[in-house]
């Protein structure tokens, strides 16, 4: 049985932490089988596919020749919640994802797979009608599961959980991605049958993944919505709760460990009992202390380490690291607004030099230590809708410098391009993180070499990602009021085509009222909005892939002075032999994605 993802969200997450190289991965007998990209340097070409194929995973389990072993998972932050709706961090989402199913899974290679669900469904099977400017969906729930105090699982459960998410007399504020999608719901039938129809008032992309997880309807109801967040699954009495993933929780120990034993209701739902006696989550408080408790030998699995801690990593066996390329990408962002306010009609012109000039190549050799995967796409070369564009990743300084030339730009005495007695200067941003700011002396050297002037400035996170109403339009480097002219930071590639709307289209620009927008770059593109308008208004895969044909191929071409990816980042697991079945997953559900499927041997 495979797991679901926890954590889509409709808009695009941006991302604070670090990232460096990669390393070999595990023997074939640590890990399930599964076709994954080959590490490189440069994204790895793959053909537009024919059809879109949103399901078919390559992903297949090694069945237990042993289910009397228990495991120990180690991370270095101790979660907040395990309620998936709250869930802000990794770690939170990591085990929460051993507790929980939904409708669908989304596996390693990004494709769509039923979970608590037996269909994926879409316009072409069936299982999506379009109703006016509507749609209803129909999922068929497994016949005979349980939660895990064997409640039987229906379509009530369905209901139940939109209704507590959009719940109106007592307001669901701490919800982590907000109403989006679940507003556009207007009825759920089925009862407590498994033939369930979701009604929405209009259409809804995003559909897939938006029951994610499935909560039981006679536990969130007989807890008041306002008191959700310390009472709905609360940390200190956890196994109170009521689960319908493979392993439930039995104690949590201050913030040191949480012990977990199998469910008892999860046959009904895996097609066989957990493969574990128990699972235990050890937490060390920093990333080189929980290092140091794998070369101990303490725990059999460590997550939430990134390539920023593989120097760390030198001394343990690389069969017993997993490095894999993650779906967050580092990237330079540039503020149309202000280049726009500063050189006027050059404007554009000046971008594409930057990115001309910009040599990624020595980035990855050098302040990131070498080994990320340099890329052109925004889109992770795993999801159903990437296009491969081509087109080199090498730097060409020569043609950046005729572009200025032709512009009118020339160099002064003291080595910087000027026009009209304005001197080529611009204000690079990003946070207090040694590996960016040292990413951008190197980017600001190279745009010296010709003619332009970077001033770098590193600012503390909550500066640079501080909410509009949090900061002003002096705060120096913030996103939202766009106080920067050039900003490197991380975006989270979309698994969902609908999460770039707030990112890329002009509605998103958040100079504009309730400030709440994500489009930082303040990008307004015709041919980009478009796209974008019809990928909200279409449930026609066949048309959200044509739609992120066109994006991409804008992404790719001159028209964008919105962004340059650098690299994707490596998501890195320690990994004890012993143990069967672990794959990793570069979405938010991590390595716990098929928990159900491990067992040591």
Same mark, same amino acid.
């Given at each position: 049985?495979?797991?679901?993802?926890?954590?889509?969200?409709?808009?695009?997450?941006?991302?604070?932490?670090?990232?460096?190289?990669?390393?070999?991965?595990?023997?074939?007998?640590?890990?399930?089988?599964?076709?994954?990209?080959?590490?490189?340097?440069?994204?790895?070409?793959?053909?537009?596919?024919?059809?879109?194929?949103?399901?078919?995973?390559?992903?297949?389990?090694?069945?237990?020749?042993?289910?009397?072993?228990?495991?120990?998972?180690?991370?270095?932050?101790?979660?907040?919640?395990?309620?998936?709706?709250?869930?802000?961090?990794?770690?939170?989402?990591?085990?929460?994802?051993?507790?929980?199913?939904?409708?669908?899974?989304?596996?390693?290679?990004?494709?769509?797979? #039923?979970?608590?669900?037996?269909?994926?469904?879409?316009?072409?099977?069936?299982?999506?009608?379009?109703?006016?400017?509507?749609?209803?969906?129909?999922?068929?729930?497994?016949?005979?599961?349980?939660?895990?105090?064997?409640?039987?699982?229906?379509?009530?459960?369905?209901?139940?959980?939109?209704?507590?998410?959009?719940?109106?007399?007592?307001?669901?504020?701490?919800?982590?991605?907000?109403?989006?999608?679940?507003?556009?719901?207007?009825?759920?039938?089925?009862?407590?049958?498994?033939?369930?129809?979701?009604?929405?008032?209009? *259409? &809804?992309?995003?559909?897939?993944?938006?029951?994610?997880?499935?909560?039981?309807?006679? &536990?969130?109801?007989?807890?008041?919505?306002?008191?959700?967040?310390?009472?709905?699954?609360?940390?200190?009495?956890?196994?109170?709760? *009521?689960?319908?993933?493979? $392993?439930?929780? *039995?104690?949590?120990?201050?913030?040191?460990?949480?012990?977990?034993?199998?469910?008892?209701?999860?046959?009904?739902?895996?097609?066989?009992?957990?493969?574990?006696?128990?699972?235990?989550?050890?937490?060390?408080?920093?990333?080189?202390?929980?290092?140091?408790?794998?070369?101990?030998?303490?725990?059999?699995?460590?997550?939430?380490?990134?390539?920023?801690?593989?120097?760390?990593?030198?001394?343990?066996?690389?069969?017993?690291?997993?490095?894999?390329?993650?779906?967050?990408?580092?990237?330079?962002?540039?503020?149309?607004?202000?280049?726009?306010?500063?050189?006027?009609?050059?404007?554009?012109?000046?971008?594409?030099?930057?990115?001309?000039?910009?040599?990624?190549?020595?980035?990855?050799?050098?302040?990131?230590?070498?080994?990320?995967?340099?890329?052109?796409?925004?889109?992770?070369?795993?999801?159903?809708?990437?296009?491969?564009?081509?087109?080199?990743?090498?730097?060409?300084?020569?043609?950046?410098?005729?572009?200025?030339?032709?512009?009118?730009?020339?160099?002064?005495?003291?080595?910087?391009?000027?026009?009209?007695?304005?001197?080529?200067?611009?204000?690079?941003?990003?946070?207090?993180?040694?590996?960016?700011?040292?990413?951008?002396?190197?980017?600001?050297?190279?745009?010296?070499?010709?003619?332009?002037?970077?001033?770098?400035?590193?600012?503390?996170?909550?500066?640079?990602?501080?909410?509009?109403?949090?900061?002003?339009?002096?705060?120096?480097?913030?996103?939202?009021?766009?106080?920067?002219?050039?900003?490197?930071?991380? $975006?989270?590639? #979309?698994?969902?085509?609908?999460?770039?709307?707030?990112?890329?289209?002009?509605?998103?620009?958040?100079?504009?009222?309730?400030?709440?927008?994500?489009?930082?770059?303040?990008?307004?593109?015709?041919?980009?909005?478009?796209? $974008?308008?019809?990928?909200?208004?279409?449930?026609?895969?066949?048309?959200?892939?044509?739609?992120?044909?066109?994006?991409?191929?804008?992404?790719?071409?001159?028209?964008?002075?919105?962004?340059?990816?650098?690299?994707?980042?490596?998501? *890195?697991?320690?990994?004890? #032999?012993?143990?069967?079945?672990?794959?990793?997953?570069?979405?938010?559900?991590?390595?716990?994605?098929?928990?159900?499927?491990?067992?040591?041997?």
């Amino acid at each position: 049985m495979r797991r679901r993802l926890i954590g889509v969200v409709t808009t695009a997450v941006l991302v604070a932490s670090a990232c460096s190289p990669s390393t070999p991965t595990p023997s074939a007998s640590a890990v399930a089988q599964i076709t994954m990209p080959p590490a490189g340097s440069v994204v790895a070409p793959s053909p537009t596919p024919e059809t879109v194929a949103i399901t078919g995973s390559t992903y297949k389990a090694v069945p237990a020749t042993s289910t009397t072993g228990s495991v120990v998972l180690a991370e270095w932050q101790f979660p907040d919640t395990v309620n998936p709706y709250f869930a802000l961090a990794s770690t939170d989402i990591e085990v929460a994802d051993s507790m929980f199913d939904g409708l669908l899974t989304i596996t390693p290679d990004l494709k769509y797979q #039923p979970d608590l669900a037996l269909n994926v469904p879409t316009l072409d099977n069936g299982g999506v009608t379009l109703v006016g400017n509507g749609m209803d969906v129909s999922w068929k729930l497994r016949l005979g599961m349980q939660w895990s105090d064997g409640q039987p699982i229906s379509c009530d459960d369905i209901k139940a959980t939109w209704q507590w998410i959009m719940a109106k007399d007592q307001p669901n504020a701490a919800l982590a991605g907000g109403t989006i999608g679940w507003q556009d719901v207007t009825g759920v039938d089925g009862g407590g049958g498994t033939d369930c129809v979701m009604h929405f008032g209009k *259409v &809804y992309e995003g559909y897939l993944s938006l029951v994610s997880p499935l909560l039981p309807a006679h &536990y969130i109801t007989k807890i008041p919505v306002k008191d959700s967040l310390t009472k709905l699954y609360p940390m200190g009495s956890l196994a109170s709760g *009521v689960y319908s993933g493979p $392993y439930i929780p *039995v104690s949590v120990d201050g913030h040191a460990k949480i012990t977990l034993k199998p469910n008892p209701k999860w046959q009904t739902i895996g097609g066989h009992a957990p493969w574990l006696t128990s699972v235990v989550w050890k937490y060390y408080g920093a990333p080189d202390t929980m290092i140091a408790g794998f070369k101990s030998g303490d725990y059999d699995l460590g997550g939430g380490l990134t390539n920023a801690d593989i120097p760390s990593l030198a001394s343990i066996d690389s069969t017993q690291v997993v490095a894999h390329d993650s779906l967050t990408y580092e990237i330079n962002a540039f503020n149309n607004a202000s280049f726009r306010t500063k050189f006027g009609p050059d404007a554009l012109t000046i971008i594409r030099a930057i990115k001309l000039a910009t040599d990624r190549q020595a980035l990855a050799q050098g302040p990131v230590v070498g080994g990320v995967t340099i890329a052109n796409n925004f889109v992770s070369p795993l999801a159903w809708f990437y296009k491969d564009g081509g087109g080199s990743v090498a730097a060409d300084p020569t043609t950046a410098t005729t572009l200025l030339a032709n512009a009118g730009w020339t160099k002064g005495s003291d080595g910087f391009l000027a026009k009209g007695g304005k001197v080529l200067e611009l204000s690079y941003c990003t946070t207090t993180r040694q590996f960016r700011e040292d990413t951008l002396k190197l980017i600001a050297s190279q745009l010296k070499a010709i003619g332009i002037k970077v001033n770098v400035n590193a600012k503390p996170s909550t500066d640079v990602f501080g909410a509009w109403k949090d900061t002003t339009a002096t705060t120096l480097c913030n996103l939202q009021q766009g106080a920067f002219d050039v900003a490197e930071f991380a $975006y989270v590639s #979309p698994i969902d085509p609908l999460s770039g709307y707030n990112v890329y289209h002009s509605s998103g620009i958040p100079d504009n009222p309730p400030h709440s927008g994500q489009n930082i770059s303040r990008i307004s593109l015709p041919a980009l909005d478009a796209a $974008y308008d019809s990928i909200a208004t279409t449930v026609d895969f066949n048309q959200v892939s044509a739609a992120m044909t066109t994006i991409q191929d804008l992404y790719g071409s001159d028209r964008n002075t919105y962004e340059l990816p650098l690299y994707f980042r490596k998501d *890195v697991w320690l990994v004890n #032999p012993k143990l069967h079945n672990f794959t990793g997953n570069p979405t938010f559900s991590a390595g716990e994605w098929n928990i159900g499927d491990w067992w040591v041997g």
